[in-house]
């Protein structure tokens, strides 16, 4: 079993950055590509950038493309979101997920294809 803890969120003020950070444990060899989603409140959970773990193919949503950077560091089992430029409509809460199944790069950005998620790390950007 896949376990994934988010952490690094708080507030800051727009223009400002934040990383966040997924600590990945248990069998973490068997998932293929990790994701950070988000959601606030009262909107449905969108996907912001995810990350095929060989080859580090990546997708972002197109709100925060240019500045939004998923990585990872497989040694440390982390996945990282850093996060620059912060606007007041990036605040949600942030969500870590990891899956297993082979899927196509263009399917990254798909929930349903996350198998196993994080309890979320919340991000509030003041204007």
């Known amino acids: 079993q896949v376990q994934l803890v988010e952490s690094g969120g708080g507030s800051v003020q727009a223009g400002g950055s934040l990383r966040l950070s997924c600590a990945a444990s248990?069998?973490?060899?068997?998932?293929?590509?990790m994701g950070w989603f988000r959601q606030a409140p009262g909107k449905e959970r969108e996907a912001v950038a995810a990350?095929?773990?060989?080859?580090?193919?990546?997708q972002y949503v197109d709100s925060v493309k240019g500045r939004f950077t998923i990585s990872q560091d497989n040694a440390k089992n982390t996945l990282y979101l850093r996060m620059n430029s912060l606007k007041p409509e990036d605040t949600a809460t942030y969500y870590c997920?990891?899956?297993?199944?082979?899927?196509?790069?263009?399917?990254?950005?798909?929930?349903?294809?996350?198998?196993?998620w994080g309890q979320g790390t919340p991000v509030t950007v003041s204007s």
């Open positions: 997920a990891a899956g297993r199944r082979g899927i196509a790069v263009a399917d990254l950005l798909r929930a349903d294809v996350y198998e196993y």
């Open positions: 990350i095929y773990n060989r080859g580090g193919s990546t």
């Open positions: 248990g069998y973490t060899y068997t998932y293929y590509f």
